[in-house]
């Protein structure tokens, strides 16, 4: 089945430091690859997707490439905030018509961000 | 702005004290999910509704239920609340499955006393 694997956490940087979260996921056809972002308390928000290969999502100075040749979607930013430490999820859902299929999230990455 | 709501916030109940979960969505979306999310782990689907199709997952307990009267609500009743079932639970909606992106409401945070 499908499956997402994240890099384990917390990854602990200063602010302004460059940031990777590596994502590798195992899936059949063309999933659509998804990068959610949780700050303490709250629900999931989409932070950014791809929807095919080589597609670059990015949002918030947050991007991510969706690699079909190395099966990953890495979340990357130049200079982290302190307002960007929260949980970092990288999930999956099934491409186009490959009907309904859930979405599958990795375990997460916590970011701490220090002053 | 169209939006996820998810009502109360936090709820507080007694073990084995039925609860109910509410969820409104103004997306007009066909499919609302409920998660379950303990601490440091990834939400866990327990069901959806696609329109008014209702799937389960198969590892769900039979403890939880969940009702959608019409497009714009969805709730989670949990018939007998253990300590196990402490949690944040979130609702969430898509368009469609599959593919679509998920839009996730702020969630409840479910006490157990």
């Keep these: ?4 694997t994240q890099m384990e956490g917390p990854v602990t940087l200063s602010e302004e430091a460059f940031l990777t979260i ?6 059949t056809g ?14 999931l928000q989409l932070l950014l997707k791809a929807t095919k290969a080589d597609d670059k999502g990015s949002n918030k100075g947050f991007e991510a490439t969706y690699r079909k040749e190395t099966t990953s979607f890495h979340l990357e930013k130049g200079s982290v905030q302190v307002s960007d430490s929260a949980v970092y999820f990288c999930a999956l859902s099934g491409g186009p018509n490959t009907g309904f299929q859930k979405l599958v999230f990795g375990t997460g990455t916590r970011l701490l961000v220090s002053p | ?6 009502n109360p916030r936090y709820q507080v ?7 109910t979960l509410s969820c409104s969505q103004t997306l007009n979306h066909n499919v609302m999910y409920w998660y379950q999310q303990k601490s440091s782990q990834a939400p866990k689907l327990l069901f959806h509704y696609y329109d008014k199709d209702f799937n389960n997952e198969a590892d769900t307990p039979d403890n939880f239920q969940s009702r959608r009267p019409n497009t714009s609500f969805c709730f989670l009743d949990i018939r007998s609340p253990g300590l196990g079932d402490a949690a944040m639970y979130l609702c969430a909606t898509s368009s469609r499955g599959g593919m679509e992106t998920q839009y996730f409401g702020p969630g409840t945070r479910l006490l157990v006393l």
């Design chain 1, 1 to 4: 089945g499908n499956s997402v």
């Design chain 1, 30 to 43: 063309y999933p659509s690859l998804f990068w959610y972002v949780q700050y303490p308390g709250e629900g």
């Design chain 2, 1 to 6: 702005d169209a939006m996820v709501i998810q």
């Design chain 2, 13 to 19: 109940t007694q073990f084995g004290k039925p609860v």
């Design chain 1, 22 to 27: 590596n994502c590798t996921y195992t899936a």
